[in-house]
């Protein structure tokens, strides 16, 4: 897959100087004295992360991931039966600090009391990416390793949730013509699973219902055994960075550092049909807030509950709404330090995840919220103009229609690297977690990889 954009920093007096213009521009910002309008205010979960008894993961193995330069030890989290599976790259899991067992790359913990699950213990010889379950409760484990318990299952596989062991009536075997194969995102709608990462071929299903598909990066599974699509057949030049299928059944949206689909010229965010992955005609390209030296990406993709918009993260820093028809831009927050502040802050979003009207969006930034804000000069400095602005410290909290950003949401989340949260879920039971970079809150309780907020 393709390596994360990492922007190399600006020398200090290339820094003020550009500061210094984007202050003398920004004239139009009004600073953060007015009020945020809120129709879903009251649906905020509680800042305060949840009690999990200080159970967490702790250890972060490289070694298997193609990304040389992402440090977070938890990227998924999936919820079957009372328990929460946590996947990524760490190494054992911890009680408050303390390594209890050594356990990579997935681990399951209880919903409610936060316990480790000790009957659960898969072995994967490489990092976790994605997880999903289907209805008929088999757990979905995309990433970049080889074998699982024993034996090979190159980088997907379902593994009975209760017990660990790999799950033989659903069967998928990814290829790729050269180098190593390796998932990234999947989604699971209906009927289907979407599976997007370094792929060219899946054979998969079972009994008498196997077939082999080429393709290029993204790819559709059976949900009931894992046999691909051979009518849906998009191609993307690199690897998605996340999929999210439309729940109405029309559309899949892949978002990225593409540079073309389907051999057009696409980049960001490609809009797909659902019957046969061709791009769906009528929609814009989606915008970046800044043009970065290695090119436009983005990290995550959501199409809100009631259809109205997608939420997008065009490059640095940014977080838009867009309506869903056209992906006409509608709204816009962006992240970096206060007006007249020349050390730059902010970072990008990489999770999206909503909840009774509330979208929530992760990145790793610890600075300002900046609405109606579009464009920068340079990422982690003011914008060139907004209407207000607010604290943002990991995971703002949003009006999925007015996209006003809810202030009463204040977490405070941080971790060793600065990597942020890259991996955000509700539960059946209306609690909101983040998986990631993260070790402490604000007031310094140890946190394992993921964090659990609640409205009660």
């Known amino acids: 897959m393709t390596q994360r954009h990492r922007r190399r920093p600006l020398s200090r007096l290339a820094v003020g100087a550009v500061a210094a213009l984007v202050t003398a521009l920004a004239a139009t910002g009004t600073g953060a ?13 509680l800042s305060t992360p949840k009690s999990l008894g200080g159970w967490g993961v702790t250890g972060l193995d490289l070694t298997t991931s193609p990304l040389a330069d992402f440090k977070s030890n938890v990227t998924a989290l999936a919820e079957w039966n009372g328990r929460i599976y946590v996947g990524g790259m760490f190494t054992t899991v911890a009680n408050k600090g303390v390594a209890k067992a ?56 379902a593994l009975n949730p209760s017990t660990g062991a790999v799950d033989g009536t659903w069967k998928a075997t990814l290829s790729r013509t050269t180098g190593r194969v390796g998932v990234r995102t999947m989604d699971l709608q209906g009927s289907w699973v979407y599976v997007g990462g370094n792929i060219t071929a899946v ?17 559709r599974l059976k949900v009931s055994n894992g046999r691909p699509s051979a009518a849906f057949r998009p191609a993307l030049s690199t690897s998605p960075w996340q ?23 696409k980049r960001i965010l490609a809009v797909l049909s659902a019957t046969d992955g061709s791009l769906v005609s009528g929609v814009a390209d989606v915008r970046p807030s800044y043009e970065t030296s290695g090119g436009a990406y983005s990290e995550a993709v959501l199409e809100t509950a009631d259809r109205q918009f997608v939420i997008a993260t065009p490059t640095e820093h940014s977080l838009q709404q ?43 930034c610890w600075k300002q919220d900046f609405t109606n804000a579009w464009t920068t000069w340079v990422p982690g400095l003011a914008p060139t103009s907004w209407s207000r602005y607010s604290r943002i410290q990991g995971i703002g909290a949003y009006d999925a ?4 950003k809810l202030d009463t949401f204040t977490p405070s989340l941080f971790g060793q690297y600065g990597d942020g949260t890259w991996q955000l879920f ?14 402490h809150t604000g007031g310094g309780a140890w946190l394992g990889g993921f964090a659990k907020f609640c409205t009660t």
């Open 426 to 439: 509700v539960d059946s039971a209306g609690c909101l977690w983040a998986g990631g970079d993260i070790t």
């Open 102 to 157: 050594s356990q990579p790359f997935l681990a399951a913990f209880d919903r409610a009391t936060g316990a480790w699950v000790p009957g659960f213990r898969p072995t994967l010889d490489g990092g976790v990416w994605d997880l999903a379950v289907t209805p008929e409760g088999q757990l979905l484990v995309a990433g970049y390793f080889g074998r699982v318990n024993g034996a090979a299952h190159p980088a997907l596989v």
């Open 203 to 219: 054979t998969g299903g079972t009994g008498t219902d196997v077939a082999t598909v080429k393709g290029k990066n993204l790819f």
């Open 322 to 364: 867009l309506g869903r028809a056209t992906l006409d831009r509608r709204a816009a927050h962006y992240t970096g330090a206060p007006p007249g502040d020349w050390i730059a802050g902010g970072g990008d979003f990489q999770a999206i995840a909503e909840k009774n009207g509330v979208v929530y969006a992760a990145c790793h």
């Open 401 to 404: 229609v007015t996209f006003a």
């Open 33 to 45: 004295g007015l009020a945020a309008p809120a129709r879903a205010a009251g649906a905020v979960v």
């Open 243 to 265: 999929v999210d299928a439309s729940p109405a059944g029309d559309r899949v949206y892949a978002a990225g550092k593409f540079g073309t689909v389907n051999g057009v010229p």
